[in-house]
């Protein structure tokens, strides 16, 4: 039976670790600078200018 078990374990592929929260390594580019901005933000604590100057650019919708 652990001779069967040995063999089994072989032929699957193994589970690599999943990267958790933000902290994996994105393939894009502007992910990465996206990230990179948000750290910046998070770093500066709450000056907040970033977020500030991000809701005068978002487009206002009235319903």
């Given amino acids: 039976?652990?001779?069967l078990k040995a063999i089994w374990k072989k032929f699957l592929p193994k589970d690599?670790?999943?990267p958790v929260g933000r902290w994996?390594?994105?393939q894009c580019n502007k992910k990465t600078n996206y990230k990179?901005?948000?750290s910046n933000?998070?770093?500066c604590g709450p000056c907040g200018q970033y977020?500030?100057?991000k809701l005068d650019l978002k487009p206002k919708i009235t319903k």
Avoid: V
């Fill in 1 to 3: 039976m652990k001779l």
């Fill in 16 to 18: 690599l670790p999943k």
């Fill in 24 to 26: 994996n390594i994105e």
């Fill in 36 to 38: 990179i901005d948000l």
């Fill in 41 to 43: 933000e998070d770093h």
């Fill in 51 to 53: 977020a500030l100057t």
